[in-house]
C-alpha cells in the first residue's frame, strides 16, 4: 500500500511499534532458546524473557503472573474461557450468558455450544450498544455457569458495565469473562476491582505482533478451573500445549509496558482527533449520526452512519484513507453488521456506517487530510446519487 494513504483502521489491526520490534529482534536469533528446555543457559535465558512478559501484561490488568497464559490469540482466548468453562462445569450447569453485539469469536463459539447442548442467553442492547445490568441479572438461572461480557465492542467502542457485571456475577457465585482484545493498553482494567475471572488479550491491537494473545484466569477467590482445548505437552500450566512463541511473548509484554505508561496521554490525544472529526464533518455534511455512546466508548474510535452513502461504496473511493466499513461481505451480497443492527435503527443505517479509529502514528495533518478526503468522497457520491 502507498506510504502516503492514511491509515485510520486500528481497531482491525495496529502497526508494531518500532520500540516493540527492537526487543523482539534478539529472540528471533542470538536468544533463540525453547522457555521449557531450562538445562542450559539458552531455555533459562527464554524462560526469564517470558517471565518478564507475564510480569509486564499482569500489571496492566492488575492480575498475579502466574495467571496469565499465552496464547496464539483473543479468539483462542476466548474459545478456551467458553469452552472450558461448560466442559468444566458441566456438572454445575449447562448455561451461558452473553450478548448480541459480541465479536463472532464468542458468538460462534456459543452457537457450537448450543449444538452440543448447552443453553446460550443472548441479551439486547440499548440503542447506544449497552447491555443492561438489569437484564443480566434477570437471565440468571440455577444452571448459569458463566456470563461473557466484552470489555469494549470492536466496530462502535461502546464500552460495558463491566464493574457492574462483575457483581451481579459474584454475587450469584457464577463466573465472569471478558473479550477484552480492544480495551486492554487503551482503557483502565482492574480485574480484582471488576470482579472479572476470565479475560482475553491480544497483543496485535495495542502494538504487538500478530498472532500473540493471552487468557487471564484467576487462580484463587475463586480459582477458576478450565479444561483445556489443546493437548500435547501441559504447558500453560496445563491449558495450552505448545512450544512458547518467545519473540512474540516479548514483543506483548513490552506493548503492555508502554501502553500502561502512555496510556492517559494517548487517550487524550485520541479523543481529541475522533471528536475533531465527528464535529468537522458535522459542519461539512450535516447529517452525521454516532454509532454507540457518546461518552463510555474507546477514546480512539468513532463509528458514524452517513445517511444516503454506501459505506462499501465510499471505502472504494477513498483511496488516501484506510478505514472500515460498518458492514462486512459475504460472497456475493453485503450483509449489514450484526452490531449496528442490534442498535435497532435499521438496515439502511447499517449499510451507511464508517468506522474510523485512529493510533498512535497518525498526526494533525493527517486526521485534518482524512476528514477533506472523506468529506469530498462523500459529497461526489451524493451528488452521483442525485443525478
Not at 497464559?69 to 478456551?80: K, L, Y
Amino acid at each position: 500500500m502507498p506510504r502516503d494513504v492514511i491509515y485510520l483502521d486500528h481497531n482491525a489491526t495496529t502497526p508494531v511499534d518500532p520500540r516493540v520490534l527492537e526487543v523482539m529482534l534478539p529472540y528471533f536469533t542470538e536468544k533463540f532458546g525453547n522457555a521449557a528446555s531450562i538445562d542450559h543457559d539458552y531455555g533459562h535465558e527464554a524462560k526469564q524473557a517470558v517471565d518478564q512478559a507475564r510480569e509486564q501484561i499482569a500489571a496492566v490488568i492488575n492480575a498475579r503472573p502466574d495467571e496469565i497464559i499465552f496464547t496464539s490469540g483473543a479468539t483462542e482466548s476466548d474459545n478456551i474461557a467458553l469452552f472450558g468453562v461448560a466442559e468444566k462445569y458441566a456438572k454445575k450447569g449447562d448455561h451461558i450468558i452473553t450478548c448480541v453485539t459480541e465479536h463472532k469469536a464468542i458468538l460462534d463459539a456459543c452457537q457450537r455450544l448450543e449444538t452440543m447442548g448447552k443453553s446460550v442467553t443472548y441479551l439486547p442492547v440499548d440503542h447506544f450498544g449497552r447491555v443492561d445490568p438489569d437484564a443480566v441479572r434477570r437471565a440468571i438461572t440455577p444452571r448459569t455457569i458463566l456470563i461473557s461480557m466484552m470489555a469494549a465492542n470492536n466496530e462502535i467502542g461502546t464500552l460495558a458495565p463491566l464493574a457492574e457485571i462483575g457483581r451481579i456475577a459474584a454475587e450469584h457465585d457464577i463466573l465472569f469473562h471478558t473479550d477484552a482484545a480492544q480495551a486492554v493498553g487503551h482503557i483502565p482494567i482492574d480485574v480484582r476491582a471488576m470482579n472479572i475471572h476470565i479475560l482475553s488479550i491480544s497483543a496485535h491491537k495495542i502494538y504487538g505482533p500478530k498472532g500473540m494473545g493471552a487468557l487471564y484466569r484467576r487462580r484463587s477467590l475463586p480459582r477458576v478451573q478450565l479444561e483445556p482445548v489443546i493437548y500435547g505437552g501441559g504447558h500453560e500450566r496445563g491449558l495450552r500445549s505448545g512450544t512458547l512463541n518467545t519473540p512474540g511473548i516479548v514483543g506483548f509484554g513490552e506493548s503492555l509496558r508502554l501502553a500502561k505508561k502512555e496510556m492517559t496521554k494517548d487517550a487524550a490525544r485520541f479523543r481529541g482527533w475522533t471528536q475533531q472529526i465527528y464535529e468537522r464533518l458535522q459542519v461539512e455534511l450535516g447529517e452525521v449520526l454516532l454509532n454507540g455512546h457518546p461518552t463510555e466508548r474507546l477514546p480512539h474510535n468513532l463509528n458514524v452512519s452517513l445517511p444516503g452513502v454506501e459505506s462499501k461504496a465510499l471505502i472504494v473511493k477513498l483511496k488516501g484513507v484506510a478505514l472500515s466499513a460498518g458492514s462486512a461481505c459475504t460472497s456475493a451480497k453485503v450483509e449489514p453488521s450484526h452490531v449496528i443492527q442490534a442498535l435497532g435503527f435499521g438496515d439502511d443505517r447499517a449499510h451507511s456506517a464508517i468506522r474510523i479509529s485512529v493510533g498512535r502514528f497518525n498526526n494533525d495533518a493527517q486526521i485534518a487530510s482524512a476528514i477533506d478526503q472523506i468529506g469530498m468522497a462523500v459529497r461526489n457520491l451524493q451528488t452521483m446519487r442525485v443525478v
